[in-house]
């Protein structure tokens, strides 16, 4: 059964279409997935039972499967082309009682959160870097109110309520960058490009990002297919 899944994949991995060709513009297409360390998918290739992935933290012997990743299953993939004059945009947030509505954001630097507070008292939202230390507040909002807030930082950030420390996004923001939000195993396309080069970045909140420049040509279609896991993550840095 295993193998009849990975051929399905396989082909249905082979016949993503490309964009339609425009003249004097080009594209970039692929897949996006996401995998687990290649050591732990060959010890649960012969040891089914085994339940070694990431995520798990033990504590006196105890493993919490709660915090296993399924790869498979991921829908908070995200792939970004950076381009020039990209126009801003929003993004919708919702904090919950429960929590936020989205683990994770990629946006381009200058996209605002529409940040919808459901929860039953104010919150101080604010961004942090905390590679840095830098710091971008924003104003009280109050239980059921509405806000735009524009992020102005760069980088690998975070989002937090000094009043809840259960809402928490984590955000990767980067200048002029169009991104997609994925499943593993979707396929992406952005087409009518200016031939020239591109940056593209592969983005999972638990595992990191992968860059590569693609260079455009006039009326061609380049494939770019990613698998993010640790090794390839650490690998392109």
């Not at 040891?47 to 798990?56: A, H, I, K, R, T």
């Not at 006196?60 to 991921?74: F, I, M, P, S, T």
Request: with cysteine.
């Amino acid at each position: 059964m295993k193998y009849l899944w990975l051929c399905v994949v396989f082909i249905l991995t082979a016949c993503i279409s490309a964009p339609n060709v425009v003249k004097g513009k080009g594209g970039v297409y692929g897949v996006l997935s996401a995998d687990s360390h290649p050591a732990i998918s060959k010890k649960r290739e012969h040891d089914p039972g085994s339940n070694s992935g990431y995520g798990e933290m033990g504590t006196a012997g105890a493993e919490h499967q709660e915090d296993r990743v399924d790869y498979a299953k991921l829908d908070e993939l995200y792939v970004g082309l950076v381009q020039t004059n990209l126009p801003p945009r929003q993004h919708q947030l919702v904090a919950s009682i429960d929590g936020m509505s989205r683990k994770s954001i990629a946006l381009a630097t200058g996209d605002s959160l529409q940040l919808h507070n459901n929860t039953r008292q104010s919150q101080h939202f604010f961004v942090a870097e905390p590679a840095t230390g830098n710091i971008q507040t924003f104003p009280t909002l109050a239980a059921g109110a509405v806000a735009n807030c524009k992020i102005d930082l760069e980088g690998d950030l975070e989002l937090l309520s000094e009043d809840n420390d259960a809402l928490k996004t984590v955000l990767f923001s980067k200048k002029n960058m169009l991104a997609k939000r994925m499943s593993s195993g979707e396929h992406y396309q952005f087409d009518k490009l200016e031939p020239g080069s591109y940056q593209l970045i592969f983005w999972y909140w638990r595992l990191g990002k992968i860059q590569q420049t693609v260079h455009i040509q006039a009326e061609e279609n380049s494939r770019v297919d990613k698998t993010l896991t640790v090794d390839s993550v650490i690998n392109s840095n």
